[in-house]
């Protein structure tokens, strides 16, 4: 079992929708929870993280992580082409080495005008 | 753009030779990120750098070696290459070794053929 599982995708929705996009963990010692995303021969670009459990908003975007269910979600209001890329949830720990991030495969989203 | 500059952009070369690819940080930045994603494996953790000393390793071959240079840019080794090691390499900065803010440069997209 890898340590963190990402659905693939592709996701392909209308513009406006609501995007809802998942995480599952098996690492307890995870604490920071990160969504990044990437556009089509970028590097990845960190939208929003999260320390421990709980909501983050940030414009359109919310993060939400359940440490008891090792599932974190990111929720994409009003989406806009723009958002077309491809999103990759990442974890790390706290202290020495374990900050290191250990990344989900990424999910390809497709926002259709 | 992130302020994170990797070269060059693209690499053709032959199996069982040697390249090396070459990272700045963003100013400021003393620690630096290698990364490999590929299709089946994803974005992994190669290594970390910080201040010109190591400070974390994840699933990096013996075949690849990393070093930081007193200006704080850094190179990554790929040695004896197979066709498996054809993918996109990323570098990443941070302030300090413990910061999960990661920035990401564009990378540089090896092929061994």
């Known amino acids: 079992q890898k340590e963190v599982e990402q659905d693939p995708g592709p996701l392909s929705v209308p513009e406006g929708a609501i995007v809802s996009l998942n995480c599952t963990y098996s690492?307890?010692?995870?604490?920071?929870f990160m969504w990044y995303r990437q556009y089509s021969r970028k590097g990845p670009e960190l939208l929003m993280y999260?320390?421990?459990?709980g909501n983050k908003e940030d414009g359109r975007f919310t993060a939400q992580v359940d440490k008891s269910s090792k599932y974190i979600s990111l929720f994409i209001r009003d989406s806009q082409p723009s958002d077309s890329a491809t999103y990759l949830c990442?974890?790390?720990?706290?202290?020495?080495?374990?900050?290191?991030?250990?990344f989900g495969k990424g999910t390809l989203l497709t926002v259709n005008p | 753009d992130s302020g994170v500059t990797q070269t060059p952009k693209h690499l053709i070369t032959a199996t069982g030779q040697r390249v090396t690819l070459r990272c700045s940080p963003r100013?400021?930045?003393?620690?630096v990120y290698w990364y490999q994603q590929s299709l089946d494996q994803g974005l992994q953790f190669l290594i970390q750098?910080?201040?010109?000393?190591?400070?974390a390793k994840g699933n990096i071959l013996e075949r690849f070696s990393a070093q930081q240079f007193p200006d704080l840019h850094s190179e990554l080794n790929l040695s004896s290459l197979e066709l498996g090691d054809s993918a996109l390499y990323f570098c990443?900065?941070?302030?300090?070794?413990?910061?999960?803010?990661?920035?990401f440069g564009p990378g540089t997209r090896l092929t061994v053929t």
């Open positions: 990443a900065s941070s302030v300090n070794s413990g910061s999960i803010e990661q920035y």
């Open positions: 690492n307890s010692a995870f604490q920071y």
């Open positions: 999260t320390y421990s459990s």
């Open positions: 990442a974890m790390s720990g706290v202290g020495g080495s374990n900050y290191k991030l250990t």
């Open positions: 100013s400021g930045d003393l620690s």
């Open positions: 750098y910080y201040n010109g000393e190591e400070r």
